[in-house]
């Protein structure tokens, strides 16, 4: 090989390896310039109020005395909704540029689709970003945040949990209790002409045994009787006090008040530290379904709920009873 070859082969080489280092210089200043912006961390337990703005629809949640309430129609948030949503809120963590076209359209990001989010520390908002679609990589959301242009991948948010109707962020809980509480039940079954009533008592001791006070009776030495010695279902009567318990409803019946009803076809009475009252009324005609495979719904109300509301089939069929199936076989 002449000197010459030579030569134009070390120019050829010089000339890539400077290609190379121009590459990775401008590739570094890049990555400088796409420095992805770091959120700062917020105390869950000092947020004092959210919105989430969407078109067409704008929720606002705001926190009293330890508590979610939806304002300014004073329903109470559902605490996995709140829970879900601030966890989001907290974890937001932006993990990769996805655009900086400003083509917001493709990402759900668009005017008309973008889901904007405000959590406030009294009047101060500590974190205020939009949301699109989903991303294709696990738990990420397409995401802006306040003052900046571009598109990032945000992880652990979830578009699910912020775009609900406004009846999905309310509390469903109807009527919550101690059910070792309870010391009578009394129970109207108005359509079949039948009333109850039961009153907390202990079973006899055995022999040599000290008797135990009903308050303090364990759920194997219970037994409910009415005024005239006959003695309940016990394994009955237990699992309608574990349904009302902790009873939630499907919905709230929208444009009603508790006084719009009357004339229920059942109601059970408790009395424990305060009394509590459940009335169940017939299924109007038409009556509203729910999804597929629900059946369909009784509306009642509660006296630990100032608004009326709907009872699926099942939840009424395990608390309204047959006359036969309350007293002890």
Same mark, same amino acid.
């Not at 109020?49 to 939806?70: R, S, V």
């Not at 966890?87 to 996805?98: E, H, P, Q, R, S």
């Not at 509590?276 to 729910?290: A, D, M, W």
């Given at each position: 090989?002449?000197?010459?070859?030579?030569?134009?082969?070390?120019?050829?080489?010089?000339?890539?390896?400077?290609?190379?280092?121009?590459?990775?210089?401008?590739?570094?200043?890049?990555?400088?310039?796409?420095? %992805?912006? =770091?959120?700062?961390?917020? /105390? $869950?337990?000092? !947020?004092?109020?959210? &919105? +989430?703005?969407?078109?067409?629809?704008?929720?606002?949640?705001?926190?009293?005395?330890?508590?979610?309430?939806?304002?300014?129609?004073?329903?109470?948030?559902?605490?996995?909704?709140?829970?879900?949503?601030?966890?989001?809120?907290?974890?937001?963590?932006?993990?990769?540029?996805?655009?900086?076209?400003?083509?917001?359209?493709?990402?759900?990001?668009?005017?008309?689709?973008?889901?904007?989010?405000?959590?406030?520390?009294?009047?101060?908002?500590?974190?205020?970003?939009?949301?699109?679609?989903?991303?294709?990589?696990?738990?990420?959301?397409?995401?802006?945040?306040?003052?900046?242009?571009?598109?990032?991948?945000?992880?652990?948010?979830?578009?699910?949990?912020?775009?609900?109707? %406004?009846? =999905?962020?309310?509390?469903? /809980? $109807?009527?919550? !209790?101690?059910?070792? &509480? +309870?010391?009578?039940?009394?129970?109207?079954?108005?359509?079949?002409?039948?009333?109850?009533?039961?009153?907390?008592?202990?079973?006899?001791?055995?022999?040599?045994?000290?008797?135990?006070?009903?308050?303090?009776?364990?759920?194997?030495?219970?037994?409910?009787?009415?005024?005239?010695?006959?003695?309940?279902?016990?394994?009955?009567?237990?699992?309608?006090?574990?349904?009302?318990?902790?009873?939630?409803?499907?919905?709230?019946?929208?444009?009603?008040?508790?006084?719009?009803?009357?004339?229920?076809?059942?109601?059970?009475?408790?009395?424990?530290?305060?009394?509590?009252?459940?009335?169940?009324?017939?299924?109007?005609?038409?009556?509203?379904?729910?999804?597929?495979?629900?059946?369909?719904?009784?509306?009642?109300?509660?006296?630990?709920?100032?608004?009326?509301?709907?009872?699926?089939?099942?939840?009424?069929?395990?608390?309204?009873?047959?006359?036969?199936?309350?007293?002890?076989?």
């Amino acid at each position: 090989m002449s000197k010459k070859a030579v030569k134009n082969e070390y120019i050829i080489l010089g000339a890539l390896i400077a290609a190379l280092l121009l590459y990775l210089v401008f590739k570094g200043t890049d990555k400088v310039h796409y420095r %992805l912006p =770091e959120l700062k961390p917020i /105390d $869950v337990d000092a !947020l004092t109020g959210i &919105e +989430i703005a969407k078109p067409g629809q704008t929720i606002k949640l705001i926190k009293k005395d330890g508590l979610w309430w939806i304002d300014p129609l004073g329903y109470p948030v559902e605490s996995s909704v709140i829970t879900d949503i601030t966890n989001n809120i907290k974890d937001l963590v932006l993990t990769d540029l996805a655009s900086s076209s400003k083509n917001y359209t493709q990402y759900d990001l668009g005017k008309d689709k973008a889901i904007h989010v405000k959590a406030y520390r009294n009047e101060e908002v500590v974190r205020d970003f939009e949301l699109g679609k989903a991303a294709s990589t696990y738990n990420h959301a397409f995401v802006k945040i306040k003052d900046d242009d571009r598109v990032y991948y945000g992880a652990q948010v979830f578009r699910v949990n912020f775009d609900k109707p %406004l009846k =999905e962020f309310r509390a469903k /809980d $109807v009527l919550k !209790l101690d059910k070792n &509480e +309870i010391s009578e039940i009394a129970v109207d079954m108005i359509k079949d002409g039948k009333k109850f009533l039961f009153t907390k008592t202990a079973k006899p001791a055995a022999a040599n045994a000290s008797p135990v006070p009903p308050a303090q009776a364990t759920e194997g030495e219970v037994a409910w009787t009415m005024p005239d010695g006959k003695e309940g279902n016990t394994a009955t009567l237990d699992a309608v006090l574990a349904q009302l318990a902790a009873l939630r409803c499907y919905d709230f019946i929208e444009g009603k008040k508790k006084e719009d009803f009357n004339a229920p076809i059942y109601t059970v009475r408790l009395k424990g530290k305060k009394d509590y009252v459940l009335s169940i009324y017939e299924k109007p005609g038409g009556e509203q379904k729910g999804a597929a495979g629900e059946s369909d719904m009784y509306p009642a109300v509660s006296s630990e709920s100032p608004y009326p509301f709907l009872l699926n089939s099942y939840s009424v069929d395990m608390l309204m009873k047959k006359p036969e199936d309350l007293l002890k076989k």
